[in-house]
């Protein structure tokens, strides 16, 4: 069963950065748009930004825009978020999925698949 690895959250002080990492090894990216979603604690899932499989446009929610960008490695079925200017409200939990539709990509949870566990990002003073 495919399943995404996400890493590299962690606690961080207001302002300060973090580079998300999100691979498998059981699918290829080639085929798929990536994106990144997030969940706060009694919160919803949330888009964050995506990156589709053709040329790779993006697309970034507005509360992320200008801080975080997306970026895509196929041949090692890799993708990152790097995530500058951190607020407390990103805290929340980071997931990878993909979807297969065709371009553009979009941020909707339900058109994405193969969660992962997730990876921990804490914005604190």
């Known amino acids: 069963q495919v399943q995404f690895v996400e890493s590299g959250g962690g606690l961080v002080q207001p302002g300060q950065s973090l580079r998300l990492s999100c691979t498998t090894s059981k699918l290829s990216f080639d085929y798929y748009h990536v994106a990144w979603f997030r969940q706060a604690p009694g919160k919803g899932r949330e888009g964050v930004a995506c990156?589709?499989?053709?040329?790779?446009?993006?697309v970034f929610a507005d509360s992320v825009k200008g801080r975080f960008t997306i970026s895509r490695f196929n041949n090692n079925n890799t993708a990152y978020l790097q995530m500058n200017a951190l607020k407390p409200d990103d805290t929340a939990i980071y997931y990878c999925a993909v979807d297969a539709r065709p371009p553009p990509c979009r941020l909707k949870a339900d058109e994405y698949y193969f969660w992962g566990q997730g990876t921990q990002v804490t914005v604190s003073s």
């Open positions: 990156i589709a499989r053709s040329d790779e446009t993006t």
